[in-house]
């Protein structure tokens, strides 16, 4: 049944063959790569009010003004850089192998690590955020935020567990859809303001604090998520069509320039009409000041909740995506290289999904909360790119490597400042949260490759032990144990089978009282079973210490390849408490003789039909 | 360590020899079995009064001396009912015992229900009761009550894990200092009433509603908590000196006696001291009034607590075989009829524990709130077993039939009536919980036993069957299937074994790609290893299903007892994250074939070293 529903939820199992990729024109490519960068301007002027305006007030919006040109000016030089990357990386350029070729297998790691987490908060503010957005709009709905954020989740996890191709029309046209109603948004604010709207007066708001550097840094961090997303053309750049290096890096030109325009834009706008920040989203709040409850104001609301959930679902690509590559090389559990019956990393979009859930759960959905823990993945990976790709030039020297690397190090040095602002102004708020995962995810990372190492170290075949195969002594017979509690079709099965295998098989009874003991030497007598029957007394009740004590003494030559194998027959119910019911002895000896060497455990499985043979029973007898 | 822990807490494992009763004398008899039913008197007038007083104010003092006089009728009715079940069952006449031979199995399985509900629950009131007398005494250990209760539980679990005996000393000797006490306070209470003491004024609590039957009633059931554990004496028949039937009856009429004094005594005394319900427990309120803070207050204090971990303690020897006796006869798992290291019933030790201790904190640790689910069972399991006593007069026809089959019938209806009063008045108090519980567990119960039944018809052999075991034809080689992905000192080791037990071995291999087959078959090839292989071709990347339609399709006669042997190896790491790392895909693997008829899975393990192995292998390399 599980079974049907998984089918009828994610379709039919694909063909390895089905694997292909479409590529990305410059004009269809833009609007797939730009939803998680451009997406964020759904939240990033709203979040740098939220922390300046409690404390100072109406000077909130001058601040913004002059926060938000630092943060375009990042993203000048960030593009910049991430230009000259996807001139040298034409397989694709994530931090991930940028910083594991240039700089060391270790900072590949965290780079790693620290998108990985990134990825996940993607997921959680971008639903959160989407889901804010329709809130706003419609405030009859604030109760079921969480259940609609988590039923999003699910909807875009199915998708992916389905396979979702990055189909151009899917996301291209959302994308362009919202872009046009933002940069008409932006124009229809700026015509009404210049034909004389006055603003709602502002309830004069107090200073409550003076405006610290502090102050300034926690808002221009909250801003830096607008920045977010604008690597992932680096990455995909074998998806463009040829010139895919100049398409790629065209693309990345528009993209920074839309981000401008839609950030810069609404921070000015939100200046102007003086956006208080609170139960409302700033842009839903912007959009019914200047089109009132109007047809585009539903427009801006829908095309931007879109943005957001296309936005969450690039991190359903992205993710998973990421920890196969990680898992390939040893880094993480193999169960998340492995394709599922849709060709998809299914472990991946899974983990993606319940850990994004719970975060979505744990801080109620609130963008305003989970913010504090987002970005600084991102910079992180971010510094480590760069830096990568600055050791790449000093080290290459190749005709103009000087420019190139001013222009990454100098990307660099300013995302690693906005790590340091990041992880300083916003430890309180969430960020020591990340500071603290990276280092523990990098170690276990590191555990796990060494752990796949030593096995593989271990596993490695000499020829010698090759040629053993081929000499085993044939005539030979392994020594075959039966644990027998009593005569019964089971033990008789296993008995049976034993013969099969061997000419050597002993029975072996644990008696936990004289008169057991007696009683089975009885029964033995009687069923007349030609195998020679073992009874250990056992005074402490105890049935696995008998056997392995048995077993240990028995006269072996290992380096022959000669085995003891011990037969235990299990029961194969119907269901799980049938299943408590039975095998709880049984896989506690395996699990003790499974410590044993040179021993092997043959599982006899009986297949056990239901209650309903009683019925049955009770027929036959009449 | 856990081990050591283990051995340190509960001692050395012992033998089975070490089985043997003290056997009882009325002297020492009366105290070990009257525990649960004296302690009662801690809470039973208190919880009476917590029902009056809020709603009639100063009117529940003479109403609870109505109240406590017919609950005094009720024992006296018990008490001579279960004076003829003595008579009648000298091996131990507990309810389950009596309903399953007179009334049916069915009504067998309800009342062994409803007492192990009850047992549970005595262990939750009294540990709860116990710590409220002492918090009564001192406050300032208010915040850490549900603290106290979880260590007093665990303590008795580990006493009984230990195996207490149930010494005549340890157990006799706080009885009767309680008892002492009790009465001392008591006989000191009257004397200072009648010398003249006039008790603090009551602020005049209003009548907040009138005198209602459903009010009385309320009242009436929790005052009935009062006579819960007199049917201990009748379980415990066997365990009294000779001549036992007569010791056993006249301990049941002391105890009746002393209930009759000590809970007559303290409600009158409530009434006339006029205590209030509520902060303080009463008793502990009435020893602060009658003899100040002085060592009688202390002595009463400390006895009461004692008395109530006693009665705890009863149900901790009382649970463990109920349930070993229920497990015995199949309608619980197995595992409750196993004695653990030390002779008792671990397993039943171990539940009761978990489930009292999370009614205690699910309760706040709360006498008030526990008291609404209790007494139901025991009413219960009094009814069935008295009904059964009725129905067996009424049969047997023995001599004086007459006059037994009304005293045990008018036993059955008293408490019958009570079952209701109680089920109806306390049902939105908890009882509702108790009322659907036991129809769920006696439903469990059934299902248990059915299962097994079904398993023991399917387990039987008949002749044939065990003249199969001598009939196999030792010269056959059954076909042993060896899966192997790659080529790895674990498939080595497989193919080798497989080797030892047939000379008909395949390896199997599952390619997911083209390459993958091709590059298989070279190998295989280069390495020269005598055994057949066989590639299939799985363009889903499924490993399971291709090696079932190969198991399917061999050729096996599977009447002559032919079997098809599959050696999986295993990996045997040191930490559970390892073993998360591996075998998951083989746990899949096994499960499936493990439903496959005629068919064995041989488990190979291989002993995996820790990562210490990666620096020998650097060491090495140097």
Redesign the interface.
Known sequence: MINKLKRILIGK?????VIKNEKYSVFWGLPILASDAISSVAYASQEILLVLYPAIGYLAFTQMTYISAAIIGLLVILTLSYRQTIEEYPNGGGAYIVAKENIGTFAGIIAGAALAIDYVLTVAVSISSGVEQIVSAFPQMKSITILLCILLVLLLAIGNLRGLRESARLFGIPAYAFIIGMVWLIIAGFIRYVNGYVPIEVSPKAIVEPITIILILRAFSNGCAAVTGIEAVSNAVPNFKEPARKNAKKVMLFLAIIIVVLFGGTSILANLYHIVPGEKAVIINLAEQIFGRDFMFYYVTATIFTILVLAANTAYSGFPLLVSIMAREGYL???FD??G?RLNYSNGIIILTLISSLLIIGFNAKVTSLIGLYAIGVFISFTLSQTGMFLKWIRSKQSGWVNKAWINGLGAITTGVAVIVIAISKFGEGAWLVVFLIPIFVAIMV??K??????N?????SHR??N???K?H?N?D?IVIVPVQS????S?QA???A?????NVIAFHVA??EEGKAKMEKMWAE?????KLEIKYS????IVEPLLKFVRAQDCDYSK???I?V?LP????NSW??W???N?TRLFI?RE?????H???????L????????LE?KKRKK
Chains 1, 2 share one sequence.
């Open positions: 199992p694909l063909k390895n063959e559990p193999r169960q492995m394709r019956d555990r796990i060494n752990h796949y190492t030593a096995i170290l271990q596993l490695k075949c032990v090759l053993k195969v081929n085993v044939e030979y392994n005569i019964n079709k089971a008789i008995l049976r089978y013969k099969t295998i061997s000419r936990t009282d069923t007349d079973i030609n195998v005074p402490y009740r105890k390849g000669e085995t194998t037969i299990q029961f194969v119910v408490w049938q408590l019911l039975h709880q395996e003789l499974l410590k044993q060497k021993l092997v455990v043959a599982t006899m499985p297949q056990l039909k239901g209650d309903e043979v009683i029973h």
